[in-house]
Nanobody, 124 residues
Framework: QVQLVESGGGLVQAGGSLRLSCAASGRTSNLYSMAWFRQAPGKERDFVASTRWAFVYTIYGDFVKGRFVISRDSAKNTLYLQMNSLKPEDTAVYYC?????????????????WGQGTQVIVSS
């Protein structure tokens, strides 16, 4: 089993920055790709970004437009999401996800492990 624990969420003003972290533990040797998703109240859970664990190969959701950067520290088994130029519409619960698929994916169904989420609120 794999456990994922997110942290780093909070309240920030529009235009500000936050860095989310996701600590992975358990059978992490089986993981090949990890991702961030987000879910605003009353909306679907949307793809934000994904990266292959072993080496750099990243994909982003269309709305990111260069504002967010996904990265990982393999030695610490930790995934990050640096979010800059935040907007009120970025307000959501952000979830970390992991998969044993080799290729990063946009699809929620491809991820078998999920964290509990961390709340991000961007005020205008």
């Amino acid at each position: 089993q794999v456990q994922l624990v997110e942290s780093g969420g909070g309240l920030v003003q529009a235009g500000g920055s936050l860095r989310l972290s996701c600590a992975a533990s358990g059978r992490t040797s089986n993981l090949y790709s990890m991702a961030w998703f987000r879910q605003a109240p009353g909306k679907e859970r949307d793809f934000v970004a994904s990266t292959r664990w072993a080496f750099v190969y990243t994909i982003y959701g269309d709305f990111v437009k260069g504002r967010f950067v996904i990265s990982r520290d393999s030695a610490k088994n930790t995934l990050y999401l640096q979010m800059n130029s935040l907007k009120p519409e970025d307000t959501a619960v952000y979830y970390c996800a992991a998969t044993d698929r080799f290729t990063p994916s946009h699809a929620k169904v491809d991820y078998g492990y999920w964290g509990q989420g961390t709340q991000v609120i961007v005020s205008s």
